[in-house]
C-alpha cells in the first residue's frame, strides 16, 4: 500500500465536494503526467491544501492555482505567496475569468459536484491547454471512456473522445483520501486531438447530443419528434431508427455538420 502525503490542517468542506488526496503514489503520477506537458504554464484546479501545489512549483513554471474555499486560498496564500511563480485565483472555476497567452498543463483534484461543469468549460470554451490531468469519480472516468452500446456511453463520452486522446491513468479507493469518499475515484490524461472539432461545431455538437440522448430507450426519430423530420435526420447521416447510443463519435460530428448547415434553427444562436 502507497504510503500517504502529510496533509497541512485545512477542514474539508462537504458543500464544496473536498476529498484531499493523500496517496503518494498516485501523486507522483498526477505530477509527473502534468510536467511531463511542455506547456509553458499550469492551472491547478481545487488545489485545497496544497500538496499537488508544492510539487509542481518545484518545476519551477508559473502556475496558477484556482480554489472556491476561502479557507483554502488563506493557506495557499500563507504558504506559497513567497514564491514569485505562484499566482492564487480565488472563485468558481466553471466561470472565473482565467489569464490569457500560451496553453496550460491543466491539473486537478475536481470536486466531485462540479466536475463535469468544468470540464465541459475546458472542452468548450477556447481555453488553450496542451495536456490535462484531472481527478474524477470512478463513474464520472467510465462515462469519459464508455464505448458505443455501453450503458457508460453518452454525450460526455462524445465531447470528450472527439476533443482529445483519453487515459486512465490510475484508479484509487477511498483510503486514498482524507475524508474518504464513498465511491471509488480515477485520474484521466487528456491530450488534443489535432482534428478536434472547432468551438461552434463542440457546442452545436452538445445540442445535438442532449437531444438524442434525452430518452435512451427511445429512437432517434422519437427523440427529434417535433424538432426534425426523420428524413433530415437521414440527410444528416443519421438512422432513425436507432438509439443514440450505438452511434460512434465521429459519425456524430459528420450528423452535426450536415445539421448545422441544414437546419440551423436547431441550435441556440
Known sequence: MSESAQLPRLRAKKRLGQNFLVNEGAITTIVGSALGSKASRLLEIGPGPGVLTERLLADGRPLWAVDLDPEACALLSGRFSGKPHFHLLEGDAVRLPLPEGGPWSVVGNLPYNAA???????????????????????????????????????????????????????????????????????????????????????????????????????????????????????????APALRAEVVPPAAWLSATRALLIQHPEVFPS
Not at 490510475?170 to 475515484?185: H, I, Q, T
Not at 455538437?205 to 426534425?228: D, E
Open 116 to 238: 463535469t461543469p468544468i470540464l465541459a468549460r475546458l472542452l468548450t470554451e477556447g481555453i488553450p491547454w496542451d495536456r490535462m490531468v484531472l481527478m474524477f469519480q470512478l463513474e464520472v472516468a467510465q462515462k469519459l471512456m464508455g464505448e458505443p452500446g455501453t450503458k457508460a456511453y453518452g454525450p460526455l463520452s462524445v465531447l470528450a473522445q472527439l476533443c482529445a486522446r483519453l487515459t486512465r491513468l490510475v484508479k484509487l479507493g477511498p483510503g486514498s483520501f482524507r475524508p474518504a469518499p464513498k465511491v471509488d475515484s480515477a485520474v484521466v490524461q487528456f491530450e488534443p486531438r489535432s482534428e478536434a472539432p472547432s468551438l461552434v461545431e463542440r457546442r452545436a455538437l452538445l445540442t445535438v447530443l442532449h437531444r438524442s440522448f434525452s430518452h435512451r430507450r427511445k429512437t432517434l426519430a422519437n427523440n427529434w419528434q417535433g424538432l426534425l423530420p426523420a428524413e433530415s435526420l437521414s440527410e444528416a447521416g443519421l
